[in-house]
Structure formats: C-alpha cells, structure tokens
C-alpha cells in the first residue's frame, strides 16, 4: 500500500499540539504526493507488519542503492565528527555557568562547541565537567545525565545528583512532561507570525549520519538494502515530527535579512529543529550541517520545488541571501533558552531560562 501524508505545515490541527494557539487562521492542506507517514499506520500494527503493509514497491528502473557506499559515506562523515569533537574543551566549575542548584539536581548554561557528553575519545565533556564540580551519589558522571545538546548548540542542561532525582527527571522525559524552547536566528524573513511545521523525518542514505524530510521516493531507496549491511538505522521507519515556531523580531543581521524565533520540538526528534527550519526554506544561521553549504543535504533533503510546494507563502531567501550570511561565518544560531518540569523529588513546578549569546 502506498502512503501519502496530508502536509499540515502552518496547522493547528494535530492533536498533540491542540493547546498551542496560533495567530494564523486554521488551514487545512491537501495531501501532498510527496511525503511518507506513520500517522496513517494502524495504531496496533508491529513495526514490521507496517514495514510489509506499506512499503512502496520499486520499479525496474530505478538502481538500487549499494551498502558499501552508504557505509564509506558514513566512515568520511564520522571522521570529519570525530575531529570536530575534539575541539571540546572542560570547564573548571569557577567558569561553569550555573543557573540553579539544590541537593538533587544542578542546571547548567552549556556553552556552544562543548560534548553534552564524552565519546570513546574525548573525554572533555559537560558532563564531566559538571561531575568533578558538585559530585553525585551515584559516583559516576553518565548517571547525572539525563537529556543533551548538540555539541554546537549552547542553553540549559539539567544534571541528577541523586538516583531519586534521576528516576524523577528520566520519566518526565519519557512521558514528555518536560517543556522545552530553543531561542534561534534563522535565514531570511519568515512571512507568519507562528504556525506548525509537521512533517516525518527519516535517516538519510545519501549523507549519513544525518537525518532528512521523509517522502515515499527516498523509502523506495531503502528497499533493497539490508541491516546486516549499512545497520538498522538507516531503515528505520519514518518518525512523525512536529515543530511548533513563534517569530520574535524580523531583524537584520549585517546587512542580510534574519528572522528570531522560538522553537519547540514536539515530538523531540533528532536534530528535528534543524532539518525542519531547513525544510521550509529557513535554515538556522551559522548550521554548518543543515546549513547552506553544510554537509547534510540542503533543505532538509527537499528539491527546491518540494520546499515551494510544502511551505508556498514562506517568504524563502535566495541562494544569494544564504550565501551571503554563511560566509559570515558565524556559530550556531540555536539556544535552549527556556524548560520547566515538575522537580523530581520536591514536586514544585520548575522553570528555568537563560538568554541567547546571539
């Protein structure tokens, strides 16, 4: 069976976001010809069951993907990661930027070009950092971890100091009882107030690790490739994603058009911000990965016209716009300003925000 999704970009329809008020009026998309869903799966249904009910089937002209270039494309991507992560630095506990503390847990202002986290070869991580300042029951510096930022990305990290706190704080995140927004710059003017960007996000075979916009012509690429060969993630089923964006201020950003949001990840998808601001035609300024330039494919893997077809009042900038603001060079335009949550052990309503350094 082939599956199609009805693209409720800029809607205030999906369920799961129903309390979010847009300024917009509430208009519904036709089905688009263009994008796989999970929405559409039988609630019940397996992973696999859906694998066999609703793969598209491949037609005799279309080449089959190798395995081996997958892999050689992810072992030169993970190299290139892999010296990145190296530039992370540790910060002694004078220099970290605390923005609360208690007996049970400690919230951090992570700087931008720090590992949330080690890696098997570099060990200098916020984590780390955070552990050798204020110590945890548990004696080990993981167990105080219980969400991340991207290595480019800076704003608020929560850390357990406790396994009651731990437990607290992991089933909070796991129930998606924790509110969390991100404060970013993205390229050009954006022509809505707010709205819903909701559209289903894949592993992308093409520019592996990174992920893509799924649409039933890139599922069809999958068909013929097996886990024993490029893993299993790379075939995993798409994941509905929804972002939900408020603009702050249309500003100007030496000489070139900018836009300031807020941006909250619904649905909390790998590095769903970033591949759906893209996706629209509004990549994050200074994303050397979904960025112009950047080594994942642009517009979150959309053709120009899917990108004028998924977002067709988006006010997109043109290639010369987001040239001209990537050769400014600048950092990474994306902050978690802001999160609240219900304290693991004294059950308070916590909220927390710092200012974006850009």
């Known amino acids: 069976m082939k599956f199609n999704l009805a693209v409720t970009l800029l809607v205030a329809s999906v369920a799961s976001v129903a309390s979010f008020s847009l300024s917009e009026p509430k208009h519904e998309s036709s089905p688009s010809r263009l994008f796989s869903s999970v929405q559409e799966r039988p609630p019940q249904a397996s992973a696999a069951e859906n694998a066999k009910e609703q793969a598209p089937t491949v037609s005799p002209e279309e080449s089959p993907l190798f395995g081996e270039e997958i892999n050689l494309r992810l072992q030169h991507q993970m190299e290139k990661l892999r010296a990145r992560d190296k530039k992370s630095k540790s910060i002694p506990k004078e220099e970290l930027d605390v923005v609360y503390q208690d007996d049970d847990i400690v919230v951090i202002n992570k700087p931008a070009g720090v590992l949330s986290v080690p890696t ?43 396994r009651k706190a731990l437990r ?41 690790p990174f992920m893509r916009i799924s649409t039933d012509e890139h599922q069809r690429k999958l068909i013929n490739l097996e886990s024993n060969v490029v893993g299993k993630k790379i075939l995993e089923m798409p994941k509905e994603s929804i972002t939900r964006y408020r603009v702050l201020a249309r500003e100007e950003l030496d000489g070139q058009p900018v836009t300031r949001v807020m941006l909250t990840s619904v649905s909390g998808r790998t590095h769903q911000l ?51 603001i990537a050769v400014q060079g600048k950092p990474t335009c994306i902050h978690a300003s802001y999160i609240s949550f219900r304290h693991p052990v004294t059950k308070q309503e916590s909220i927390f925000e710092c200012d974006a350094p850009f």
Do not use: W
């Not at 089933?171 to 050009?188: D, H, I, P, S």
């Open 120 to 162: 098997r070869e570099v060990k200098a991580a916020l984590s780390e950092s955070v552990y050798q300042a204020f110590g945890c029951e548990m004696n080990r510096a993981d167990m105080m971890v219980v969400h991340r930022l991207a290595f480019d990305s800076s704003g608020i990290m929560v850390f357990c100091k406790n």
């Open 274 to 324: 970033n591949v759906h601001m893209a996706a629209i035609g509004h990549p994050i300024v200074g994303d050397k990965i979904y960025g112009y330039g950047g080594d994942a494919l642009p517009n979150g893997g959309l053709t120009d016209e899917e990108v004028r077809e998924v977002a067709p009042s988006s006010n997109v900038p043109d290639e010369n716009v987001l040239k001209n």
């Open 168 to 208: 607290g704080m992991n089933k909070r995140f796991q129930t998606r009882n924790v509110q969390r927004k991100y404060e970013a710059l993205v390229c050009g003017h954006m022509a809505r107030d707010s709205g819903i960007i909701d559209l289903p996000i894949m592993r992308d075979y093409e520019r592996p």
